[in-house]
Each structure stands twice: as structure tokens, then as C-alpha cells.
């Protein structure tokens, strides 16, 4: 979910070829969730193999990453690790909301209302270890980098475009600018539109690009400011305080400077301990072990790991292979051109 700061943040479109030859890290929860959303049959099922197992997030990955890649973006995908204790209260309001989307999800398919069943489904996807495992196991074939964060993904991604190992974060909340991403791409691995459930309609989506900087400026505040107006709206790790929106919040934020003012000021006070909520996004847990290099496309392994195990089409295998294999083609010799 992250923290609502759309009415506050200001972007620019940019098409995928904006990005070529860039680096771009992606919180590979978001990603992956997405996938498990929105890669459904009509009824709302994720797709499966034929022992039951699903494999959305597998074709999420396998052919919307080698589009990304066909672009000559660079992608490196990061893992969460184990979250912030002040984050179980909104995992477990996450899991209530799922249960009760499984039940209308399947009250609409009993009605034959497939419109509404699918709307309700998207709300319902789980993600395993098991599923992280198969697709970091696909990752490593493709030639994909990627990273296991100590806590947050997010956090992660920022801290390695903050220290300038790629050229942004990716990811479809806002939170990576709390983090300190310099800057952020939201919507890369969405293909074309987002099904907005309650207009029952879709509209079509093209990249945005955020840059702190330039967020920060316009909104005359710094970025320990933006952390705090973050917490008087509410974040994953509080509550955030009643009738306080962004625009408000905003506005104390600049009288006032900061929380302990504006408590002090409007007698307010929060739930949670505010330090350890700062100390989230402003000294987040990241690691430096970590490694960016893109390997090679492992066609034996792709194949007998989607096609021969989980039932993809072998003949859309193949062409796949055959772009990444052009992709790392292209960059080994522009990393042997480097050296003369």
C-alpha cells in the first residue's frame, strides 16, 4: 500500500526508450505481486501449471522483464527480507482484506458476475517463500541480477540508487522517496492499463518518473520533512493521525517544521513511537553485499524449468530465449568495445 502522497507528488511521463542503458532496480515484492494480480484467467484464477502450481508471477517475470530488457533497460530485482516489527499490524490488515475479498471473489463467480469476481480476485493474491525461491531460480537463468534485502526491498533499491549503483528505484508506492531514492519509476512492468475497481474500469498507464530533488523543492521542505509529513498521513509502520490528509499535513509541516512542534502545538499525539518510525526510513536496514553483473541466458535450465516442469509453451519459450540471448550479446561486446 505505502503512503498516500499522490496528491502532493508531481511527475513526468516517459516512454520505456528513455530508459535504455540505464539500470533500474526494482522492489521485487511490488513486481511480483502485480504479476499475481493482474495475470489471470477471465474468472479471476491465477494461472497454473498442471499440478496446481501457480505460475503468474513465472510469466510476469519471463516475458514482461525481457520486454524491459528489449528496451535496453537493465533490470536487477530486490528481495524483502524480514520487516520492521511496526509493520505486522498492517500485514495483518492486509491478510483481513484478502480473506474478504476471497469470500465476494467467490460469491461473484456462484452469480456468474465474472466482471465483479475478477475485480475481487486481484485483492487476494499471496506470495510464498516458495514462489521467491522459483523466481529468483528463473532470475539466475535468465541472466537477471538480483538482490536479498535484510528488511524492506524498497529501502534496499533506494540505498543502491542513493549510493549511485543504478539510476532509479522502481516500484508502484511512494515510499521509495522516504527511502531517499533519488529518483523513482513507477509503473515499468505494468503492461498498458490499470483496472480501477470501483469506476468497474481500466486506464491506460505509461511510465512516470519522480525526482526527489526536484519533489523536494517544490514542495519547500526537506527530506527528513517529507518523512514526517509521511507520518502525521500514516505509513505501513503507523496509523497516522485522524483527519490529517497530505495537504494538510503538508501545510503544519511547513508552519511548524516538524511533529514534535506540531503535537506540542495542536495537542496531537501518536499511537507508535516516533523515532522508531523515522529511524525506518531514514536509517533503514540495507546491505553493501550485493553484486550487479548480468549473466547469461541459461537456455537448458529455462526450458527444462518452464516447460518441461511447469507447462509453458515451449515454442513462446524459445522466442523468449532468443531475445535475451540477443540482449546479452550486445551487452558482452559493448562491454569488450569498453576495453579498446
Known amino acids: 500500500m505505502g503512503v498516500n502522497l499522490k496528491d502532493l507528488v508531481s511527475f513526468k511521463k516517459i516512454d520505456f526508450t528513455d530508459l535504455s542503458g540505464k539500470i533500474i532496480v526494482l522492489d521485487a515484492y511490488n513486481v511480483l505481486y502485480q504479476f499475481l494480480a493482474l495475470i489471470r484467467t477471465e474468472s479471476g484464477e491465477p494461472l497454473r501449471d498442471s499440478r496446481g502450481r501457480i505460475t503468474s508471477h513465472l510469466n510476469g517475470l519471463i516475458f514482461r522483464l525481457t520486454r524491459l530488457i528489449e528496451y535496453g533497460i537493465k533490470p536487477v530485482l530486490v528481495f524483502d527480507g524480514k520487516p520492521p516489527v511496526a509493520k505486522v499490524k498492517t500485514l495483518m490488515k492486509r491478510e483481513e482484506i484478502k480473506q474478504k475479498a476471497e469470500k465476494e471473489w467467490k460469491e461473484a463467480l456462484e452469480k456468474g458476475d465474472y466482471e465483479k469476481a475478477w475485480s475481487k480476485a486481484v485483492q487476494t493474491s499471496r506470495f510464498s517463500k516458495e514462489m521467491a525461491e522459483e523466481s529468483k531460480k528463473l532470475l539466475s537463468y535468465m541472466g537477471i541480477p538480483w538482490v536479498q534485502a535484510p528488511s524492506e526491498g524498497e529501502a534496499q533499491a533506494a540505498y543502491m540508487a542513493l549510493k549511485g549503483d543504478a539510476w532509479a528505484s522502481s516500484s508502484r508506492d511512494y515510499d521509495s522517496l522516504l527511502f531517499g531514492s533519488p529518483r523513482l519509476v ?118 527444462r524449468f518452464l516447460c518441461d516442469e511447469r507447462d509453458f509453451n515451449r515454442k513462446r519459450i524459445e522466442l523468449v530465449i532468443n531475445r535475451l540471448k540477443r540482449f546479452h550479446a550486445e551487452t558482452t561486446q559493448k562491454t569488450l568495445d569498453s576495453w579498446f
Do not use: H
Open 186 to 303: 513507477r509503473y515499468l512492468t505494468i503492461s498498458g492499463k490499470r483496472f480501477l475497481r470501483k469506476q468497474q474500469a481500466y486506464y491506460k498507464l505509461t511510465p512516470e518518473l519522480i525526482e526527489l530533488k526536484e519533489l523536494l523543492s517544490k514542495l519547500g521542505i526537506t527530506r527528513e520533512q517529507l518523512v514526517d509529513l509521511a507520518i502525521l498521513v500514516g505509513t505501513d509502520y503507523n496509523e497516522g493521525v485522524e483527519r490529517i490528509g497530505p495537504k494538510t499535513a503538508l501545510k503544519l509541516i511547513k508552519n511548524y517544521g516538524s511533529i514534535e512542534r506540531i503535537m506540542e502545538e495542536k495537542k496531537i499525539e501518536l499511537k507508535e513511537d516516533l523515532e522508531e518510525i523515522r529511524k525506518i526510513f531514514l536509517e533503514p536496514e540495507v546491505t553493501d553485499d550485493y553484486d550487479i553483473k548480468w549473466g547469461e541466458c541459461d537456455e537448458e535450465n529455462i526450458i
